[in-house]
């Protein structure tokens, strides 16, 4: 193995790190701020005389009348999106993703090698492993071990690398490929940033005023319900 590789490896390793934990915080952030656009828009609604439940309801009937002649999965797929944009909706104009693919052979290779690192990690991490640990210490590794199920299963593969440095297990050596992947990993990670940051709950975190809070429910307002 070359030493730019691993150099690559290291810094792709540092990037998808750092892009995940920044997903996590705009995430919070969205959700921190969604009973508060909630609220405001309710009070703005009431003060100008806006009934923001008839809205709902006529949009409600409107949507069911479209549906009518859909078949069941288009149905269910517009439902998950309605859903979707009713906790916290994207703005118009906001840019389309695209979908990104990892390449199957990249993702199966991925899945394949990291399995076996979580068959390692297992090792260190089940509670039927853990002997001579205090209460406390099962509990944390109870903890790890099901963080790093989780990760195995939702491809969050990063998280196992971290968890291998913590025990001394050691790392595979498909250091290309790992890039590689990290690399299309990292592009996913962007579009589902960019995503939330376009949305209203988010946008109104960042209002400085409250003009500026108006203008975005006013939006909202012509967007969903058309008025």
Not at 94 to 110: C, L, Q, S, T, W
Not at 193 to 198: A, S, V, W
């Amino acid at each position: 193995m070359r030493a730019r590789d691993l150099v690559k490896w290291k810094r792709a390793l540092n990037e998808i790190k750092f892009k995940h934990e920044e997903l996590q915080l705009v995430k919070e952030i969205c959700d921190d701020h969604g009973v508060d656009f909630q609220m405001f828009m309710e009070r703005y609604c009431a003060d100008n005389g806006i009934d923001l439940k008839s809205l709902n309801q006529k949009k409600a009937i409107k949507d069911a009348k479209q549906g009518a002649a859909e078949s069941p999965k288009q149905i269910q797929e517009k439902k998950e999106e309605s859903l979707s944009q009713l906790i916290n909706p994207p703005i118009q104009g906001a840019p389309i993703v695209e979908r990104i693919d990892v390449e199957v052979k990249d993702e199966n290779e991925m899945h394949k090698t990291f399995k076996d690192l979580f068959k390692k990690l297992a090792l260190n991490l089940h509670p039927d492993r853990a002997n001579g640990l205090t209460a406390e210490e099962r509990e944390v590794r109870l903890s790890m071990f099901k963080d790093a199920k989780e990760a195995l299963d939702q491809g969050d593969y990063f998280l196992l690398l971290e968890m291998s440095e913590r025990f001394n297990i050691r790392i595979p050596k498909n250091f290309k490929q790992q890039t590689r992947w990290m690399k299309a990993r990292i592009k996913q990670l962007d579009q589902e940033i960019n995503t939330q940051k376009h949305t209203y709950n988010y946008i109104f975190s960042e209002c400085e005023n409250e003009y500026e809070k108006v203008k975005l429910v006013k939006n909202f307002l012509r967007q969903i319900f058309q008025i």
